[in-house]
């Protein structure tokens, strides 16, 4: 029974691969779902091309070979329609209900949901029900509207049972939509009215609650006051923070969402309703929004500024989300896991909705990130120097509704990385050193292609991010794929706020309590009393298989951290 509890929570996510010719998911190399159509599968494999071809990347040698090797060849199958047809039926797929929200699996629910600061609408369904068929436009429709807010996600309860583990409740009827908030207790959509894209709005509006903290005018004025006349000084750097100005009684989602996302790194705020005329009226333009931050003065210390934006009353998901990319860059925050693969990572799997036209033109583009790994006081002060000196040109991009920061990069940003809290991170930056024979201070990195370049002369800091922004020919690159492999970069960090031992024993905690589990112990209990053991003999065995098992399948959960 012991074994039988085993083979059922790992055994069905690997009965699909068996069914089929190929050793690995076509769709997966492909980071599609199985219901993608002809233009999505084409836009993906040249967004991957431009990313993994070995002319293109003539240093990264084999793996990129390799890489793109089986992208080509899942490309040729999945491209024609008889080919596609072929390998989904060997597979066992059977008509797949389209969708173009994320696919979530067992291989990765974890990261993508449980290790992120995302919200996460989540449908459980199954191809080829009749219920599940009709709810698909509205979930579709309901993803183009707010898709660039929250995420959508959709687990296939045939294909990804061992999935479900994840979910805070046992599903059974199909489809089941649930949220996934951190911080906040899971709720389950039950819809009250017809309207069901209506319904699933109100749903997220519910899930992300009230989130934004309310000014009043008088607070306001005495804030604002200090800080234009120059009297906000400190010694250390605090949190931006992003205040909202407006008329309208109803806090907008996308504000609540980013309140919620990056409340570790920003601050957010919004007046009271009754407060608007008074708060307003401190400026001299119209204003919708207030970004806040601290500018490094000359004699060292920062001072709190003051960076206003009229969005002419239309604040909506672009000019929410152009403003806090801008408060992300004026953070130079230190790194744990979760927040480099926030910062310095792609993550195309949860780039919003969108049509075909916006696909393909953020095909191939990466992320920027300048990490600080030594003379952090020096390199950190020359970094501060040239995100001020762009804050002019940066502004007027959000002002435009520019989708990026910085032209041929997704994002840019500047961080740090304590080594001493990062020894696996610190044992990679000494094999770098020894190879390249240098002390190294600043490194580049772009993501997902995982190059790095490297920069020990502080005072020439800022000429060598503008030079990496412009994509300077001059700049040397590096492939980091011979010394770590095909492993996620993120694994070299620590997670701060849940580190290994933490995240084993929560899921040891989670296997002990299953129904599965304490079903397998009755039984065995009884069948070990059938045979004439005794009962405290029986209840040592039962309680020993019972945290043998559990441990053995917390361990394997984290297989990959720990043989990294």
Not at 43 to 64: I, M, R, T, V
Not at 250 to 266: D, G, T, V
Request: proline letters at 3%; a negative charge.
């Amino acid at each position: 029974l012991t074994l039988k509890y085993y083979e059922d929570t790992y055994g069905r996510f690997f009965s699909r691969r068996q069914d089929s010719d190929f050793q690995e998911n076509l769709y997966e190399l492909l980071e599609i779902d199985a219901s993608a159509s002809k233009s999505d599968i084409r836009s993906q494999f040249k967004a991957l091309a431009k990313l993994w071809h070995p002319d293109k990347n003539p240093e990264c040698g084999k793996p990129c070979e390799e890489k793109f090797s089986k992208i080509n060849k899942a490309y040729e199958v999945l491209s024609d329609d008889e080919r596609r047809r072929a390998y989904d039926q060997a597979a066992g797929e059977a008509t797949p209900i389209k969708s173009k929200t994320v696919s979530l699996t067992e291989a990765n629910f974890r990261r993508l949901v449980t290790s992120r600061n995302d919200v996460w609408i989540i449908q459980v369904y199954i191809d080829g029900d009749e219920s599940c068929e009709e709810f698909a436009s509205f979930w579709e429709e309901s993803a183009m509207e707010l898709g660039h807010t929250v995420h959508f996600g959709r687990i296939n309860a045939r294909t990804h049972a061992s999935a479900l583990q994840f979910l805070p409740y046992n599903v059974q009827l199909f489809p089941t939509v649930i949220s996934w908030a951190p911080g906040k207790e899971s709720l389950i959509f039950t819809p009250a009215e017809r309207n069901l894209v209506r319904a699933l709005r109100l749903f997220v509006e519910r899930v992300l609650g009230d989130t934004v903290p309310m000014l009043r005018a008088d607070d306001f004025k005495n804030k604002h006051g200090k800080i234009t006349r120059g009297e906000v000084i400190s010694k250390t750097s605090g949190k931006p923070e992003v205040v909202l100005i407006t008329s309208s009684n109803r806090i907008p989602i996308e504000f609540k969402y980013a309140s919620i996302k990056y409340e570790k790194f920003l601050n957010f705020f919004s007046n009271e309703f009754t407060e608007y005329r008074s708060i307003a009226a401190e400026f001299t333009n119209n204003t919708d929004v207030v970004l806040y931050y601290d500018r490094l003065a000359e004699d060292g210390r920062f001072q709190r500024m003051e960076l206003p934006f009229d969005f002419r009353k239309n604040v909506k998901k672009a000019e929410v989300q152009g403003v806090v990319k801008l408060a992300k860059y004026l953070t130079i925050p230190s790194l744990d896991r979760s927040s480099f693969e926030e910062f310095c990572q792609r993550t195309d799997t949860t780039r919003p909705m969108g049509n075909e036209e916006e696909t393909e033109s953020s095909a191939g583009v990466e992320n920027l990130c300048v990490l600080i790994v030594r003379d952090k006081n020096d390199v950190k002060r020359k970094a501060r120097e040239y995100v001020q000196s762009e804050l002019s040109a940066l502004q007027t991009r959000v002002l435009e509704g520019m989708s990026t920061l910085f032209d041929g990069f997704d994002n840019v940003h500047i961080a740090e990385v304590d080594l001493e809290r990062h020894p696996r991170f610190a044992k990679l930056i000494q094999q770098l050193e020894e190879k390249y024979a240098s002390k190294l201070s600043v490194i580049a990195l772009l993501s997902p292609t995982n190059r790095v370049s490297f920069f020990d002369n502080t005072d020439e800091l800022p000429d060598w991010i503008g030079d990496l922004l412009k994509g300077d020919e001059f700049v040397t690159w590096h492939y980091l794929t011979e010394f770590i492999g095909e492993n996620n970069l993120s694994q070299y960090f620590t997670d701060e706020e849940n580190p290994l031992l933490k995240k084993i024993f929560m899921d040891f905690v989670f296997h002990l309590w299953k129904w599965r589990s304490v079903f397998t112990m009755a039984a065995l209990f009884y069948a070990l009393k059938k045979a004439g053991l005794s009962d405290y003999i029986n209840l040592i065995v039962n309680v020993g298989l019972l945290l043998l098992t559990s441990l053995s399948l917390s361990l394997m959960d984290h297989r990959s951290e720990l043989f990294l």
